[in-house]
């Protein structure tokens, strides 16, 4: 499956963005996704997962309650809904996918996300 991100962007802190990831060229239902996120100088990060038929959510602790994932499989697209940002959520945001397990921090040190999209840069000033 190929993973299409966009959305990010500059905002002041408190502000709001959507990202979108799109997908093609499988089944986009039958995989779980995730987003992850890699700030300068700083090991990539779990944020959130979506399982398969969007049923069961999980977030990062430091995300909880401002961002919000969600997938629309007649689309083939995952979204991450970014609110009450902070300086610290800067980063490149990366949508991943796995047929076999939801992404999660565990999963992806050991390997086990088959398929990552190409980043999209989200800026938060302060």
């Known amino acids: 499956v190929q993973l299409q991100a966009s959305g990010g962007g500059l905002v002041q802190a408190g502000g709001s963005l959507r990202l979108s990831c799109a997908a093609s060229?499988?089944?986009?239902?039958?995989?779980?996704m995730g987003w992850f996120r890699q700030a300068p100088g700083k090991e990539r990060e779990f944020v959130a997962s979506?399982?398969?038929?969007?049923?069961?959510?999980n977030y990062e602790d430091s995300v909880k309650g401002r961002f919000t994932i969600s997938r629309d499989n007649t689309k083939s697209t995952v979204y991450l809904q970014m609110n009450s940002l902070k300086p610290e959520d800067t980063a490149v945001y990366y949508c991943?996918?796995?047929?076999?397990?939801?992404?999660?921090?565990?999963?992806?040190?050991?390997?086990?996300?088959?398929?990552w999209g190409q980043g999209t840069q989200v800026t938060v000033s302060s």
């Open positions: 060229g499988r089944t986009f239902s039958n995989y779980a």
């Open positions: 991943a996918a796995d047929y076999r397990t939801v992404p999660s921090a565990s999963s992806a040190r050991r390997g086990f996300v088959g398929y």
């Open positions: 979506i399982t398969w038929s969007g049923g069961s959510t």
